[in-house]
T-cell receptor, first 109, second 113 residues
Framework: RKEVEQDPGPFNVPEGATVAFNCTYS??????FFWYRQDCRKEPKLLMS???SGNEDGRFTAQLNRASQYISLLIRDSKLSDSATYLC??????????FGAGTTVTVRA | DTEVTQTPKHLVMGMTNKKSLKCEQH?????MYWYKQKAKKPPELMFV???????INESVPSRFSPECPNSSLLNLHLHALQPEDSALYLC????????????FGSGTRLTVV
């Protein structure tokens, strides 16, 4: 079983729509959780950390469910510029990041 | 300064060449990483340096040799690579342990011919 699993998508949504997707992780000792976005042929960039209480950053909302071992990302009012691959990233306390394979989101005009 | 700078951005090398990838950060981060990323795959961890000491080597072949000259610099020395080593090589840094996110450099796109 992979350490981090994501729905690869693609999620094709019109501008202004809401899109949400999840990521599950297998290691119950995982300590930190992040969403990164990666544009084609670019490096991953930190979108947001995910906290136990859930957190919001503008149009982006992240949730963590430790009991069920999943995290989610919701994007409201999608923009064309939100088109990217979203990587779920989980770490234990040993410097190692585990990456999901990514969820591709395409926002169309 | 919140950047991780990698050079070169692109590199083409023959299987008998020796080359080095360089990475620099001035954010005071004490952990630095090398990742390898193939197309349409997530990054794969290669090496972790913590306080300038190698703390994790993910069973990487010896044709890849990391070096951390000081807390701001991380090198990856390449020798006798194979065509299947062609990939995007990403450097990243973070504060101690896993506090906060990791900052990635823009990567070196390596092609082995």
């Amino acid at each position: 079983r992979k350490e981090v699993e994501q729905d690869p998508g693609p999620f094709n949504v019109p501008e202004g729509a809401t899109v949400a997707f999840n990521c599950t992780y297998s290691n119950s000792a995982s300590q930190s959780f992040f969403w990164y976005r990666q544009d084609c042929r670019k490096e991953p960039k930190l979108l947001m950390s995910v906290y136990s209480s859930g957190n919001e950053d503008g149009r982006f909302t992240a949730q963590l469910n430790r009991a069920s071992q999943y995290i989610s990302l919701l994007i409201r009012d999608s923009k064309l510029s939100d088109s990217a691959t979203y990587l779920c990233v989980v770490s234990t306390n040993d410097y190692k990041l585990s990456f999901g394979a990514g969820t591709t989101v395409t926002v169309r005009a | 300064d919140t950047e991780v700078t990698q050079t070169p951005k692109h590199l083409v090398m023959g299987m008998t060449n020796k080359k080095s990838l360089k990475c620099e950060q001035h954010m005071g981060h004490r952990a630095m990483y090398w990742y390898k990323q193939k197309a349409k795959k997530p990054p794969e961890l290669m090496f972790v340096y913590s306080y300038e000491k190698l703390s994790i080597n993910e069973s990487v072949p010896s044709r890849f040799s990391p070096e951390c000259p000081n807390s701001s610099l991380l090198n990856l020395h390449l020798h006798a690579l194979q065509p299947e080593d062609s990939a995007l090589y990403l450097c990243a840094s973070s504060q101690e342990r896993d506090r906060g996110g990791y900052t990635f450099g823009s990567g070196t796109r390596l092609t082995v011919v």
